[in-house]
């Protein structure tokens, strides 16, 4: 079984400044892990994920996430935050290889990001 | 390349009417497909999948069914909707291999 914690529903921060979107997640299996962006009204997007190697993973829109297993963490980050990020963000983990599992995703329940000028 | 279509974008049903919802994917052959649910302040609710024609599997139990007439073909449908089915679903879709999920752009439903 899978879950997936996104610490706070609404994150709010200024133009050029650091945006930290945490999410934690427990997984029985070694977890593949997704971070997706919903703008509004819109289908999800693929940020970016992590399945094995490098832990620090980049993604588009200058996003970046590091899996930290011993915290069982996967922390999103952007260095100077930019008006257009402003959205809902959703982690997402799944239980890895094989089958149906790659969309078998669970989801966190979303943080809203607000950008300030 | 690959697209996902989804529609209607926006749906206002009265309660005990049905419904259908339909996805197609083009550009690939034999994907899974999905159907996620996005209730008002909740996450998103993976509610079937399929990995082929005619093959459904659901992931919890409700008031709607899905079903695959075709490879690229999803349908999700009620025959009498509930208040709450309100939300916002989505249909996604995936290759095995890959890991990597691609979804439509969302059906608004609104039961009133």
């Known amino acids: 079984a899978q879950s997936v914690t996104q610490l706070g529903s609404h994150v709010s921060v200024s133009e050029g400044a650091l945006v930290l979107l945490r999410c934690n997640y427990s997984s029985s299996v070694p977890p593949y892990l997704f971070w997706y962006v919903q703008y509004p009204n819109q289908g999800l997007q693929l940020l970016l994920k992590?399945?094995?190697?490098?832990?620090l993973v980049k993604g588009i829109n200058g996003f970046e996430a590091e899996f930290k297993k011993s915290e069982t963490s996967f922390h999103l980050t952007k260095p100077s935050a930019h008006m257009s990020d402003a959205a809902e963000y959703f982690c997402?983990?799944?239980?890895?290889?094989?089958?149906?599992?790659?969309?078998?995703?669970?989801f966190g329940q979303g943080t809203i990001l607000t950008v300030h000028p | 390349s690959q697209t996902i279509h989804q529609w209607p974008a926006t749906l206002v049903q009265p309660v005990g009417s049905p419904l259908s919802l339909e996805c197609t994917v083009e550009g690939t052959s034999n994907p899974n497909l999905y159907w996620y649910r996005q209730a008002a302040g909740r996450g998103l609710q993976l509610l079937f999948y399929s990995v082929g024609i005619g093959q459904i599997s659901s992931e919890v139990p409700q008031n709607l069914s899905a079903s695959r007439p075709q490879d690229r073909q999803f349908i999700l449908s009620s025959k009498k909707l509930l208040l709450s089915d309100s939300g916002f679903y989505l249909c996604?879709?995936?290759?095995?291999?890959?890991?990597?999920?691609?979804f439509g752009s969302g059906t608004q439903l609104s039961v009133l």
């Open positions: 997402a983990v799944s239980g890895g290889v094989g089958g149906t599992s790659y969309g078998k995703l669970t």
């Open positions: 992590y399945t094995t190697g490098a832990t």
């Open positions: 996604a879709w995936s290759v095995r291999g890959p890991e990597k999920l691609f």
